[in-house]
């Protein structure tokens, strides 16, 4: 089935810094790509959508300069969180939409936590 | 109010008991219905998709009423491995899911 690979699962950076989460479909093109936040005891939610070649959509909220989302090929599509905040730490993960009725395929998802 | 709402439980409940979860959403022109299970500090999984129809997968039913703008899923003679997080999922137009806060299940031996 479809497989979407995201890196790193875990990080601990330094507040100031920027980190960068890839996710990359492995077996098939997705054009489209979902990045999610859940903090604990939390709901995911929506932060942005990126379509390959074009540029991404924010949800209300979300800021498009301090979270930067490439999607520059229908496989890989990254999100960089930039000058980090304690308050980012938080799961981050992707998704991109499957077919019929088979729902979406999830990456792995990113713990990072900002020190 | 949230788009798709779901009581958070916590269920506990005792091995070989039958489970079942809500869940409303609010735009009626959601086309898509899912259920997902996410274990602590994972990814969420599959669980199945939910049709007017009903529709069954072992111990697991899923029914959506379009009228009243309700998911449910029944889980019968629960499991340990059931205890995770449950989370009803609707999908608008332009593909992108709405995820309800999900409902945290435990099951007890």
């Known amino acids: 089935g479809a497989v979407v690979s995201q890196h790193p699962s875990r990080v601990i950076c330094k507040s100031g810094t920027s980190v960068k989460i890839e996710c990359r479909s492995l077996?098939?093109?997705?054009?489209?790509m979902f990045w999610y936040r859940q903090f604990p005891k939390q709901s995911l939610m929506l932060m942005a959508t990126?379509?390959?070649?074009?540029?991404?959509?924010?949800e209300q909220g979300v800021e498009k300069d301090k979270f930067l989302i490439n999607h520059a090929s229908l496989t890989l599509s990254t999100l960089t969180v930039t000058s980090a905040h304690p308050e980012d730490s938080s799961f981050y993960i992707c998704s991109a939409p499957g077919t019929g009725n088979y729902g979406y395929t999830f990456g792995s998802g990113t713990r990072l936590t900002v020190v | 109010r949230k788009e798709v709402e779901q009581d958070p439980g916590p269920f506990n409940v005792p091995e070989g008991a039958t489970v079942a979860f809500n869940c409303t959403y609010s735009n009626s022109a959601s086309q898509s219905f899912f259920w997902y299970r996410q274990d602590c500090r994972k990814e969420p999984k599959l669980l199945m998709s939910v049709y007017s129809s009903g529709n069954e997968d072992g111990r697991f039913t899923a029914q959506l009423n379009r009228a009243s703008q309700y998911i449910s899923l029944l889980i019968r003679d629960s499991k340990l491995s059931d205890s995770a997080t449950y989370l009803c999922v609707v999908t608008r137009g332009n593909n992108d899911m709405r995820f309800g806060a999900g409902t945290r299940l435990t099951v007890k031996p």
């Open positions: 990126s379509n390959e070649g074009s540029k991404a959509t924010y």
């Open positions: 077996d098939f093109q997705a054009t489209t």
